[in-house]
């Protein structure tokens, strides 16, 4: 038989495949439900550690791997590794606030340790997880056909309180993703009654009974009441959290021991990270870092007796993960009206709750219609007994004289007029059923049972009765499971806030930086003799900068760009140094041409004293390939800049910055170019200008020229030296050739050739 084939258009296809890709994602992997506050990965382990492996917590532990199996091979068909890490995330008390899974064994630390192999670790239950679970066979919630259709797995649990925000969630699917904070359980729970009681509640309302997020690490929630409000009641916001701390003191020595660290923050990295900027001197007054955490978080920081220890924490705050930001997104997934699929939305704290507890007050009505069902089932068969305990002779009778089953049922029917369910329940009663005492019982079991009846008819009668029954069993979970609040929330007063600054941690010494031609920098103390200063193969020295570690030092490039760090922030150490791509984000290209240190005795009077037009002492002066020339001022440039710099020239075309130099004014501008060109003019006839520009021309190169480099000449500095292209040098200074204005051609110092070079002037170790 021969099947249809049909075309379809590749983007039709595409689409509806990437569609149904997404929806996947988001609805059977990355989102929660609202209801029980699960990933169906989650809700699987738990689902088949209760029903098929019976681990309840009562019971001993059992190999991860007999567990990872089962929900692999019955219900979950993705790797292994996604079960068991939601296995091990479900057991971790530094994970959840109220963790599902007791983990016997190696399930991971704070410090970012990944759990043992699923071989070596055992799992059960613990009694909360049980609370999700215990109505499962109560006909509560609806069932579908696994992945298979082998078995029948639950939609979503009949979970008794709400996990959603009691656990909360972390979870990115396609174009969409969720962040829900953990919360306190007895705080949710308190606000979930309020709402029973006062449907009309508002978040504000709730907020009351809910302080705010409850993180398993504790720490300090930094919001105040309002922000937090305004968080749930849009659904989305950043919650501010930081580790917390205390000072120990002995004698005059003073210790700041770390006893919390934020939520998902891995103890170990922190650690690393404040003792990295203490082994960086970026915090001097931190003489050792030690890590005696047990299962309780202590990070000794040994301070110097003269040290601050309020200002020390503020600028770990500020550099570190200590203090960071939970940035909420309360997406989850909600139900659709007559399907059990459901989609994602985002929801505020009350449509959480209101969710939750309209699924709860479901749930219950279903579970006392499903035991209303059971009670009239078996009244039925009782009321049957009763039929023949009143004629008890008869019947024994007819089962006497009955050919089998089917004749001595068929009798106990006519005779008794009861019908085939009843016939055979008499049929199956034990003998000794039949004694005084225990048909007693029998009677006594009918009579409680209709009374039951009559009780269950009653409540579900009556929804206010069934919240009644909501609220009750919910105030059972509070009192069984629920414990104190970790986190606390103090927001601090504008009084109690340390501002700190960088320099303040900086030790104020003098310190040289170096430069290679090949882009590498470093920071010395000190400096005996240039040629004992290490360098790569085939690289060389182009420029040595002085000053304080506090001072700025700023690189020029030959795109037009500055970048400026401190002189502390440069790598320390006596080896080739680092690339300056570490530093800043050059383009491709782009190479530093100069540098200066902005430290006031390295280079004088750079600030601006006048008005806009008025010339500092100090300025720079650029050159580029091009013949254009500008003059600017370095104030602008003090300020650290961002990785990717500040424009000091605009370069167009193919052309770039060859040279730069710090200026007082007064100097003769030497230039050349490499058709051998050369011109010399006094520098104040370059414009200054106050931002970023081309400039004005200073040597007109052809279109097959170009500027090759510049010097200034000063009486100390009388030119530079031009190297030909069969090796010879000519040296150009005023003391030689004329000078001349600005904007022309210059003159030709050799006739046939051109420049290759220019010789660079001897470096000479800077002096303070």
Known sequence: MTEAIGEIPLREAARQKYLNYAMSVITSRALPDV??????????????????????PERK????????????????????????????????????????????????????DRAAAYRYTEAKLVPYAVTLMSEIDEDTVDFRDTFDSMRRELVVLPAQSPVLLVNGATGIAVGIATNIPPHN???????????????????????????????????????????????????????????????ETKGRKKSIIITSVPYMIKKQDLVGKIRDLALDKKIPQITDVRDESTDIIRVVLELRAEANPAKVMAFIYKSTELRT?????????????????????????????????????????????FELRKLLERIHILDGFAKIFNDLDMAIKIIRESKGKKDASEGLIDYFVIDLIQANAILELMLYRIASLEIKKIMQERKEKKTRVKEIKFILGDDKKLWRVVQDELEIIKKDHANKRR????????????????????????????????????????????????????????????????????????????????????????????????????????????????????????EPHKSSEYCPPAHALALTSTGFGLRFGIAPFQEPSTKVGRKYARVSGDGEVVSLHVIEGSETLVCVSEGARALLCAVDEINFLEGPGKGVYVLKVDADDKVLASAISTKDSEGLTAITNNGATHNINPRRYRITSRAGKGFKVIK???????KSSELKVPKL
């Not at 089962?70 to 971790?92: I, K, W």
């Not at 705080?187 to 009974?209: F, Q």
């Not at 046939?752 to 220019?758: A, H, L, N, Q, W």
């Open 35 to 56: 209801r029980d506050g699960l990933k169906p990965v989650q809700r699987r382990i738990l689902y088949a550690m209760f029903k098929d492996l019976r681990l309840l």
């Open 61 to 112: 532990e059992l190999k991860c791997a007999k567990v990872v199996g089962e929900v692999l091979g019955n219900y979950h068909p993705h790797g292994d590794s996604a079960v068991y890490d939601a296995l091990v995330r479900m057991s971790q008390d530094f994970s959840l606030r109220a963790p599902l899974i007791y983990g016997h064994g190696n399930f991971g630390s704070i410090d970012g």
């Open 185 to 247: 359980l007895g705080e949710v729970i308190s606000a979930a009654i309020l709402l029973i009681k006062k449907p009309t509640s508002s978040v504000a309302d709730l907020c009351r009974k809910i302080k705010g997020p409850d993180f398993p690490t504790g720490g300090q929630i930094l919001n105040t009441a309002q922000e937090l409000r305004q968080i749930y009641e849009t659904g989305k916001g950043p919650v501010r959290m930081q580790g917390e701390y205390e000072i």
């Open 325 to 369: 930001n939970f940035n909420v997104n309360m997406t989850c997934l909600v139900p659709m009206p007559g399907s059990d699929v459901a989609a994602p939305q985002k929801l505020d704290l009350k449509e959480v709750l209101r969710y939750f507890l309209d699924f709860r007050f479901g749930v219950i009505r279903r579970r006392f219609e």
């Open 487 to 606: 986190s606390q929330i103090e927001a601090p007063a504008a009084d109690e806030i340390v501002e700190v600054d960088a320099a303040d941690f900086i030790i104020d010494e003098d310190q040289f930086v170096i430069l290679s031609q090949g882009g590498w920098v470093k920071r010395v103390g000190k400096i005996t003799s240039l040629e004992k200063v290490p360098v790569k193969q085939g690289d060389s020295l182009v420029g040595i900068a002085a000053g304080s570690t506090k001072a700025p030092i700023v690189f020029f490039s030959n795109k037009g760009v500055a970048y400026t760090i401190l002189i502390h922030d440069i790598p320390a150490t006596r080896g080739y140094g680092d690339p300056i791509q570490k530093l800043f984000r050059l383009k491709d290209g782009e190479r530093i041409i100069a540098m200066v240190s902005l430290d006031s005795r390295a280079i004088g009077d750079f």
């Open 752 to 758: 046939r050739g051109g420049f290759t070079e220019v």
